[in-house]
């Protein structure tokens, strides 16, 4: 009488916990050999288990952790001369309009 085909589910969760006999393993084995694209399902579970597991051993959870501060994208004198430079076309553009409403060109 032949046992039963391994549930691969089970398979792959005890390679993950460590617990797989050899027989285990083998049958594990032969069903990767058997269905290649199995491979991409245990990929997938080894991913998932290490995030779990360093979320687990994380020191603070994802919600703790505060958001980082915005860059500063200008520094103080960059901006000074920016507002300046706005001042000035600023006042530019009021005396060459007092001009025109005055009727002097």
């Known amino acids: 009488m032949s046992e039963p085909p391994p549930d ?3 398979l792959i969760q005890q390679y993950l916990e ?3 006999t ?3 393993a083998e049958q594990l084995l032969e069903c990767l ?3 290649p694209e199995l491979g991409e399902r245990l990929l997938g579970h080894v ?3 290490a995030m779990l597991r360093a979320s687990k051993n994380a020191e603070t959870p994802l919600e703790a952790v505060p958001a980082p501060l915005p860059r500063r994208r200008l520094s103080f004198a960059a901006l000074s001369r920016a507002a300046a430079q ?3 076309i600023t006042r530019l553009g009021s005396a060459a309009q007092h ?3 005055e ?3």
């Open 22 to 24: 050899e027989k285990d």
């Open 99 to 101: 001009r025109l409403v």
């Open 33 to 35: 050999r058997k269905q």
């Open 47 to 49: 991913v998932m288990d």
């Open 86 to 88: 706005a001042s000035s």
């Open 8 to 10: 691969v589910e089970v």
């Open 103 to 105: 009727g002097r060109p």
């Open 18 to 20: 460590g617990m797989l």
